[in-house]
């Protein structure tokens, strides 16, 4: 045991460095907005993984086989992962919108909000039913369920990313876009299916190999996001200087933000109809704003508009 705890505490700590690390390299080298929202969710996975894993809960249940010391482990995971498992889910639901360059509505945003809450709710009631009672029955199955939920949720989303960020599958940027997705979507699987599977089935073995899954399957998606932010680099979208010069002339020509995410598409050669399925929004409107861009910069069509930007 002891080993096996040193082991997972070094290779914890090496997966943490590397996440954030890459992390902050991306956000360093690529202009991209999604690069904020997935900054604070690596930062939630690694202090996740320090409690969860690293951290007192580990040494619990490799130490302390007896009801009190698994009430403790349930306990601290209830009081902290939970809750970032929770705040974990919706910066990762943002992840994907953003990336999808939209905004979660309201009703999404209020109804998880109040999903949680009572999530939240439930688990400190479920301990309350537990405080002095032998065993740990109410909270263990209310954590379970819990674990089960977000798990499903972290599914649905991704499969709707999947569905809604399919534009073209010969695209190299869709293509990246999808190992992403699918990425996560098989580490869910691998890191989940075993817990439960263990109800019906002996897997004596997987609490050993669980913090590696849980690091690899945050690891190997970064990849991805590297990729995709070079395409989308590629593409003209994130080059630094030339944010720093369509921010300059948009605010010297008073282009709204709406024309401006529009002006980025037109420069990385999108024509009006894709422009309208990647934005969600009808041709007409994409070309109302177009036109407004040419009135606003005095030009006549896309290669004198090219050119303000050449220059």
């Known amino acids: 045991m002891p080993l096996l705890f040193a082991t997972t505490l070094i290779f914890g700590a090496i997966a943490s460095g590397l996440l954030l690390g890459s992390i902050f390299i991306l956000r360093a080298k690529f202009n991209l907005k999604f690069l904020d929202t997935y900054t ?51 910066l990762f639901i943002r992840l994907l919108w953003a990336m999808m360059e939209k905004i979660p509505g309201r009703m999404l945003s209020r ?19 537990d405080t002095g009672a032998e065993g740990t029955n109410a909270s263990f199955v209310v954590l379970t369920l819990v674990g089960a939920s977000v798990v499903i949720a972290n599914i649905v989303a991704i499969s709707y990313y999947l569905a809604e960020s399919a534009e ?41 190999v669980a913090p590696y899954i849980y690091y690899l399957m945050h690891v190997v998606p970064l990849g991805f996001v590297w990729r995709y932010s070079a395409q989308l680099d590629k593409e003209g979208f994130t080059r630094v200087g030339k944010p720093v010069i369509i921010e300059t002339i948009a605010e010297s020509y008073g ?24 934005l969600s929004r009808s041709p007409n409107t994409v070309r109302n704003h177009i036109y407004n861009i040419y009135k606003k910069l005095d030009v006549k069509n896309r290669v004198q508009l090219i050119q303000v930007f050449d220059n």
């Open 255 to 278: 282009i709204s933000s709406r024309e401006k995410d529009i002006l980025h598409l037109v420069l990385s050669g999108l024509n009006n109809a894709e422009i309208a399925h990647r």
């Open 111 to 129: 109804s998880f909000f109040l999903a949680a809450s009572s999530v939240l709710l439930i688990v400190g009631l479920s301990f309350l039913h």
């Open 168 to 208: 073209d599958d010969a695209t190299p940027l869709f293509r990246c876009s999808r190992n992403f997705g699918w990425s996560y979507m098989i580490g869910y699987a691998l890191y989940a299916s075993p817990y439960y599977l263990s109800y019906v089935v002996d897997i004596s073995w997987y609490p050993a």
């Open 40 to 90: 604070f969710f690596i930062l939630l996975v690694v202090c996740y993984g320090l409690i969860n894993w690293i951290g007192p809960s580990l040494i619990v249940i490799n130490y302390s086989a007896d009801s009190h010391g698994r009430y403790g482990a349930l306990v601290l995971f209830a009081s902290f992962a939970v809750p970032l498992a929770l705040a974990k889910l919706w």
